[in-house]
Structures are given as structure tokens and as C-alpha cells.
């Protein structure tokens, strides 16, 4: 495979073929960094989910390796996580190697069909081969649905104060938590669900984590991601700052926080087991809304992930903040870096990271093509926009080109960087505090590139395809 088809991202992690949506079961262990994905082998829209798999061993070039997990008597495999079992508390493995023991969702078609409620189970398979081979426990499902058909995506945890595992779960409205010792017997302990969070949509993919402050203030963060009612119609990924103290989570902040404000950074979550020695808090999301995910034009895949970014939290007058920055490796694909001036830049390369500081907070940039398609970033001092309506092709889904707001709240942008692929770009705004991500499909490369606004002296990188 080329990896080199119209709209083939460069840069970022997309299936050889056929559809992708969710991370799975990301999971570090020996010098690899495991991903794997919600995968439909036979087509390149959703349909019985398997469980795709790659590896890294620095976050930014893959390998492509068979599919992990295939569906059972038990159901289709949907989202859910991976962990280290590094004292063998489930016995799946010994102490000397312990086993990767992967907790998924098990969405069975039959009983859905049948219009039962308690067709989402969760399973568990494990692998003592860094991930190579697969086996699913026999005791499957680890754990019963209540009888809620929204019942999934468990994300699990070491809890090293209560020493036991966790697992965080949607349940269609609330997030609600379990205990284990062992990875087989489930408890539950608590529910989650204040009534000021954002419910446009049904909650999915929870993470719960520590971040520190650059203060040293530990707090725990909540991924929830919903769909739909993100801040741009679709799907979208809303998170609480708050405390865990082993059984429930409270929130500290009491309003609505977006992780990305663009259209596409979706259902992602964070990677376990990465060593104490990096510390880094790592995250991908996947790239796509539920609202056209399955009609944008690529062929033959469908879907790319999010690049890689590094979670941090700071902490400004009583509120807290995620920050998401790119992951320094990334900075390993530059092949040359070159100053800006002026206001009509030649982009002379596809895959691009640009450094730009604006000198005012009303600003402009487009890029355009010898089609005349335009993608604009502008801020108005208020707002953050992102045009992408005559960006390239865009008729496949009539909400495509809306433009995308984000409320700027009295943040004055100083600094902005941006990745640009064959299909998509990514802002990070004063080093990650705002981001918003966003699929293009330019019809043709953007070629030029107009700055109002700017200061003279700005940065370009040129970056190199991880596929070649
Ligand atoms: C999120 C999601 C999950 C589910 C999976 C199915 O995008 O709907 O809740 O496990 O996709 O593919």
C-alpha cells in the first residue's frame, strides 16, 4: 500500500483500508505504544466492530499489525481500554510476564434486534505476547448490563491509594464507576451526572485521570465524550476537573469545558501503563463527527486519528484548564524551517506546521488553491472561527461547511500553531489552551497563503509523510 491516495493522510494514523472510528485499548509496554481501533473490515462504513491494531515506538510512525480482536457469541467488540496486569492479579499472566489484558464492550446485534435492554455486556481478552495474539476469557461478559441499552466504552485504571482496579463507564446519561481486584469481578460504586454538564447527546468513552498543576496541585480529570450536542452540532468531547477519592468523582468547576472546539476530535482518551520516567499524560482522538464520518470522500479508508497530543492542566484565577500540546516527536518530521514575511506566503509544501503570532486580536489567514478554494482562521477578539464552506469538497453532508465558533472569553491570542495534512488541520492557541481540529478536502494542495494581522517574522516547517 502507497499510503498516497487522494486526501491519504501524511502525518497522521489512518487504516490501510475500510472503515475506523474510536481509539481503543491504547496501552504502552515494552518500548511500544499499542493502538487499537474500532474497525469494520468489509466496508468503509460502520458496521460489527472489531478491534484494529497498530504499534509505535514514537507515537508518530505505525505499523499496521492484523486485527486484535474479532466479534464472539457474545457480540460485536465496541470501545474500551487496555492495561499492564503487572502483579497478575487476574492470574491471565505470571508476574515475570504479565498479560495485556484488554476490557471492551461487547454489543450483541441479536438481543438489540430482538429489542432487549441489556445488550451491551463488558468482556475481556488478553495477550501474554505484547499484544500479538488474542485470547477472550471464558468467563465472558466480566460484567452484566442492568438493563440500560447504553452501557460501555469501559476505561480502566490502577488506583494505586485504594489498590484496586477501576473502570469508568457510560451509561447513557451519567458516567458510573466501578471497583475490582482482579479484572473479573466488577463492583459498582458510584455514579456521575451533575445537572449543569452538557447532554445534548448520549455520554461515551469516559477517562478518568490525575493531571498536576505547574503549582504541583494534583486534580482528576473526566473525559465524557457526547454525541450529539458538541458546540459545533455533532459529536464532541466535554470534561470535569475535580477530585476521585477512590469512589466518587466530584467535580470542582461548574461548567461546560470542550476539549477541542473544532468539528472533529472525537471519543478520545488517554494511554495507560506510559513509564513514570516520560510522565507524559498522552491522548489521540478520532478525527471525525458522527454527524458525516461516513460519507466524507476517501477511498478506500474512512477516518484518520488526531496527532498525538500531551495533556497538562493550569490553573488561572479559580478555574481550571486541559491544555493539549503536540507531542514533541513530532518535531522529528521537519525536513526544513523557514521564516515568514510578508502577507501572501508560497507554500511550496503539502504537510506543513506553521508558527504565526498575531499582533492584534483581530486577525485573518487563508488558505487557498489554484481552484480558488478557501480555508480561513480568523479571529474577530471575540471569536475564533474556522471557515471551511469553500474549503474544497464539501457537499457530501449539508452541515459540512458551518462555520466553526469558538468563544474566546477574554482570551487574548498570542501565539498560534498549526498542522496542516492532506485533510485536515489542527490550532493550538496560546500552546494548547484552545484547539480546535477540523477534516478538509481541498481539491487540490493549498498552494499560497494570505496573513492579515501578523507579526512580520513567523515560522515554517515543512514536515515529512510518516508512510515514506
Ligand atoms: C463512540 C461509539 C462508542 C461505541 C463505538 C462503537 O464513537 O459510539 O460509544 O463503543 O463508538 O463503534
Known amino acids: 500500500l502507497s499510503f498516497n491516495e487522494p486526501f491519504r493522510p501524511q502525518f497522521h494514523f489512518s487504516p490501510p483500508s475500510q ?21 469494520y473490515p468489509d466496508s468503509t ?48 499472566g505470571t508476574k515475570d510476564n504479565p498479560a495485556m489484558v484488554a476490557i471492551f464492550t461487547y454489543h450483541d446485534p441479536i438481543g438489540e434486534k430482538e429489542g432487549r435492554d441489556d445488550f451491551q455486556t463488558q468482556g475481556i481478552a488478553y495477550s501474554t505476547d505484547k499484544g500479538r495474539s488474542w485470547t477472550k476469557y471464558e468467563g465472558n461478559p466480566v460484567l452484566k448490563s442492568p438493563g440500560i441499552k447504553d452501557f460501555r466504552d469501559p476505561k480502566v485504571f ?55 498543576t505547574a503549582e504541583g496541585e494534583e486534580k482528576w480529570i473526566l473525559f465524557v465524550s ?47 501503563n506510559v513509564p513514570e ?11 471525525g463527527n458522527w454527524n458525516y464520518a461516513q460519507v466524507v470522500p476517501t477511498h478506500p479508508w474512512r477516518s484518520a486519528m488526531t496527532i498525538p497530543r500531551s495533556l497538562h492542566l493550569s490553573k488561572e484565577a479559580e478555574d481550571y484548564l486541559v491544555i493539549s500540546r503536540p507531542i514533541s516527536e513530532l518535531k522529528n518530521l521537519r525536513t526544513e524551517s523557514l521564516a515568514i514575511e510578508g502577507k501572501t506566503i508560497a507554500l511550496d509544501a503539502e504537510l506543513l506546521e506553521i508558527e504565526l503570532k498575531p499582533n492584534s486580536s483581530q486577525f485573518q489567514l487563508t488558505f487557498t488553491n489554484p481552484g480558488s478554494e478557501e480555508l480561513v482562521l480568523k479571529s474577530t477578539g471575540e471569536t475564533l472561527i474556522l ?24 482570551i487574548r491570542i498570542n501565539d498560534l500553531t498549526i498542522y ?20 478538509v478536502f481541498p481539491s487540490a494542495p493549498y498552494d499560497a497563503l494570505q496573513l492579515e494581522g501578523f507579526e512580520n517574522l513567523n515560522q515554517m516547517h515543512h514536515l515529512k509523510s510518516i508512510w515514506r
Open 19 to 39: 472503515w475506523m472510528n474510536d481509539p481503543n485499548g491504547m496501552v504502552y509496554w515494552d518500548g511500544e505504544y499499542h493502538l487499537f481501533y474500532q474497525y
Open 45 to 92: 462504513v460502520w458496521g460489527p466492530m472489531h478491534w484494529g491494531h497498530a504499534i509505535s515506538k514514537d507515537l508518530v510512525h505505525w505499523e499496521h499489525l492484523p486485527i486484535a480482536l474479532y466479534p464472539d457469541e457474545n457480540g460485536w467488540i465496541f470501545s474500551g481500554s487496555a492495561v499492564i496486569d503487572s502483579e497478575n492479579t487476574s492470574g491471565l
Open 158 to 212: 490502577w488506583h494505586e491509594d485504594s489498590e484496586r482496579w477501576i473502570m469508568s463507564l457510560s451509561v447513557m446519561d451519567k458516567i458510573s464507576f466501578y471497583s475490582s481486584p482482579n479484572l473479573l469481578d466488577w463492583k459498582h460504586l458510584s455514579d456521575f451526572n451533575p445537572s449543569w454538564a452538557a447532554y445534548g447527546g448520549v455520554w461515551e468513552c469516559p477517562d478518568l485521570f490525575p493531571l498536576t
Open 226 to 272: 457526547i454525541n450529539p450536542g458538541g458546540p459545533q452540532g455533532g459529536s464532541a468531547t466535554q470534561y470535569f476537573v475535580g477530585d476521585f477519592d477512590g469512589k466518587t468523582f466530584t467535580s470542582t468547576t461548574q461548567s461546560v469545558k470542550w476539549l477541542d472546539w473544532g468539528a472533529d476530535n472525537y471519543a478520545g482518551v488517554t494511554w495507560s
Open 277 to 287: 520516567s516520560d510522565g507524559r499524560r498522552l491522548f489521540i482522538g478520532w478525527m
Open 387 to 410: 471557515e471551511r464552506a469553500n474549503s474544497g469538497l464539501v457537499d457530501f453532508e449539508k452541515g459540512f461547511g458551518n462555520e466553526q465558533e469558538a468563544n474566546l472569553e477574554g
Open 420 to 439: 496542516l495534512d492532506r485533510s485536515s488541520i489542527e490550532v493550538f492557541v496560546n500552546g494548547g489552551s484552545l484547539v480546535m481540529t477540523s477534516i
